[in-house]
C-alpha cells in the first residue's frame, strides 16, 4: 500500500493569524479612500483640477520613494516598519477626515495629509510584499498569498459600496475617520507580531555602528546608492524574474490604456453604462474565486502559468473592439478576473520563494514602480491613439498586443523551464 502523501502546509501560524486579521483591517479601510476621496473633493470644490491635485499628492511621494522604500524594507525588521507606516497612514487619513469634518477648507491642507500618507504607502508596500517570508513555513508560502489575495479583493468589493453610501448619508469625512480606525487597530495588532529571530540585511552590509560615518548624509547616501544597486543586481541576475517583469509592464500599459480609458468609452456605445458596471463586477467575482483556487492549486512550471492565466483580457479586449454582447464581456471578465487573481498568487509565490530573503523587498519595489508608472503611460496613450485611429482599432491592437505580451517571454528556457520548488 503506497504511503498517504504528506499533509499540505498550513500558513495559519500564530503570526500570520495576527498579520492577516491586520491586513483585512487595512484593506477594508483602504478600499474606502478613492470613492469617499474623489466624491468628498467634487462635492466640496466642485473642481476636477482640485481633485487630480490631490490625487496626484498621493501617488508622486509613493512612487519617487518606491525604491528607498524596499531598502528600508530589506535593513530594517518589516513588523517593526509596517506599525510604523501604518500609524503614520493612520494619522494622515485622520487629517483627511478632519478636513471634511471640521470644514477646514484650506486646500494645501488636505494635499499636505494626502501627501503623507503616499509617503507612508512607499514603505508599506515593499515591506508586506517580503514579510510573508518571515511569518510562514516556505512550503506554505503560496496559500499565504492565496488567502491574502482572496480576502484583498474580498474588501474591494464591499468597501466602495460602504463609502459610498457613507458619502450619500452623511459625509465623505466619515468615512476617511472609519479609515483612520482601522489602520490604528492593523498598527495596533502588528505591533503584537513579534519580530524574526534575525532582521534581514543586505548581503554583505556592515554590521552597524555608532560610528559618524554611518550617521553622515555623504555616508548614508553612499549606503543606499550601494542598496539600490544591491537590489538591481538581485534583479536582473534572474533572467525569467526580469522578462516577466517586462511583460507585466507592458501588460499594465494595456490595462491603463485599453481597459480603463478605452473600455467605458466602448461600451459607452454598446452595453452602456450599466453593462460596464456589471463586467467589472464579473471580473472581480472572478478574482475572488482565483484566490479560492489558488489555496490548493501548485502548478509545476508556475511561470508558464503566470503569462497564460491573463490571456482572456486579449480575449475581452477583442470583444469590446467587435462590438460583442454583454454575456460574452461578462464570461470573458470572470475568466480574466479569475486568470490574473491567480497568476498574482503564483507570481508572488515564486519572487518569495526564489528571491534572497534579505533582498526580496527591494526586488519587490522595482516591480511595482514599473507596474505603477506603466499604467498612467497607457492612460496617457490611449485617447490621444483612439482620436487618430479610432477607438475600435486601438482597442483591436491592444488585443494582439495583449497576447504577444504575455506569450513572448515563453520564448525563453528560463521562464518555461523554471519548476516550482520542492517543499523544503
Given at each position: ?79 517593526a516598519l509596517l506599525t510604523i507606516t ?284 514599473l507596474s505603477f508608472v506603466s499604467v ?49
Amino acid at each position: 500500500m503506497p504511503p498517504a502523501p504528506p499533509a499540505a502546509a498550513s500558513p495559519w501560524t500564530p503570526a500570520f493569524r495576527r498579520f492577516f486579521v491586520a491586513q483585512c483591517l487595512s484593506w477594508l479601510g483602504s478600499s474606502m479612500t478613492p470613492v469617499a476621496l474623489s466624491f468628498g473633493v467634487l462635492r466640496e470644490t466642485g473642481s476636477t483640477a482640485a481633485l487630480g491635485l490631490v490625487l496626484t499628492a498621493s501617488t508622486v511621494p509613493m512612487i519617487a520613494l518606491l525604491l528607498v522604500g524596499g531598502v528600508v524594507a530589506d535593513r530594517v525588521p518589516r513588523r517593526a516598519l509596517l506599525t510604523i507606516t501604518h500609524l503614520v497612514a493612520g494619522l494622515a487619513q485622520l487629517g483627511s477626515a478632519c478636513w471634511f469634518l471640521l470644514d477646514a477648507r484650506s486646500l494645501p491642507v488636505l494635499v499636505a495629509v494626502t501627501a503623507l500618507g503616499g509617503l507612508a504607502s512607499a514603505f508599506t508596500a515593499p515591506a508586506l510584499r517580503g514579510i510573508i517570508t518571515d511569518l510562514v513555513p516556505h512550503e506554505a508560502i503560496g496559500r499565504a498569498n492565496a488567502v491574502r489575495t482572496t480576502s484583498r479583493n474580498v474588501t474591494r468589493m464591499l468597501g466602495p459600496g460602504a463609502a459610498g453610501l457613507l458619502v450619500a448619508v452623511a459625509d465623505a469625512g466619515w468615512a476617511l475617520a472609519l479609515d483612520a480606525i482601522c489602520l490604528g487597530l492593523a498598527a495596533a495588532v502588528l505591533a503584537t507580531i513579534p519580530n524574526p529571530d534575525s532582521s534581514p540585511r543586505p548581503p554583505g552590509a556592515p554590521t552597524p555602528a555608532p560610528t559618524a560615518a554611518r550617521t553622515s548624509l555623504p555616508g548614508a547616501v553612499r549606503e543606499l546608492l550601494a542598496d539600490l544597486r544591491g537590489g538591481w543586481e538581485e534583479f536582473t541576475k534572474h533572467r525569467w524574474l526580469w522578462l516577466v517583469t517586462c511583460a507585466f509592464t507592458g501588460m499594465n500599459v494595456l490595462i491603463g490604456g485599453v481597459w480603463l480609458v478605452l473600455g467605458p468609452v466602448s461600451a459607452e456605445h454598446t452595453i452602456g453604462s450599466a453593462g460596464w458596471g456589471l463586467v467589472l463586477g464579473a471580473r472581480a467575482a472572478g478574482q475572488v474565486a482565483g484566490g479560492v483556487l489558488a489555496y490548493r492549486w501548485s502548478p509545476a512550471r508556475p511561470m508558464v502559468a503566470v503569462l497564460l492565466l491573463p490571456l482572456p483580457y486579449a480575449a475581452v479586449f477583442a470583444a469590446l473592439a467587435a462590438g460583442g454582447g454583454l454575456p460574452l464581456l461578462l464570461g470573458l471578465a470572470v475568466l480574466a478576473g479569475l486568470g490574473s487573481a491567480m497568476g498574482d498568487v503564483l507570481w508572488e509565490t515564486t519572487l518569495q520563494q526564489r528571491v534572497a530573503r534579505d533582498a526580496l523587498s527591494r526586488v519587490a519595489s522595482i516591480d511595482m514602480l514599473l507596474s505603477f508608472v506603466s499604467v498612467p503611460v497607457g492612460q496617457l496613450a490611449a485617447p490621444a491613439l483612439s482620436a487618430l485611429l479610432g477607438a475600435p482599432l486601438v482597442i483591436g491592437l491592444g488585443a494582439v498586443l495583449c497576447a504577444g505580451t504575455l506569450l513572448a517571454p515563453l520564448a525563453s528556457a528560463d521562464v518555461r523551464g523554471l519548476r516550482a520548488q520542492a517543499p523544503r
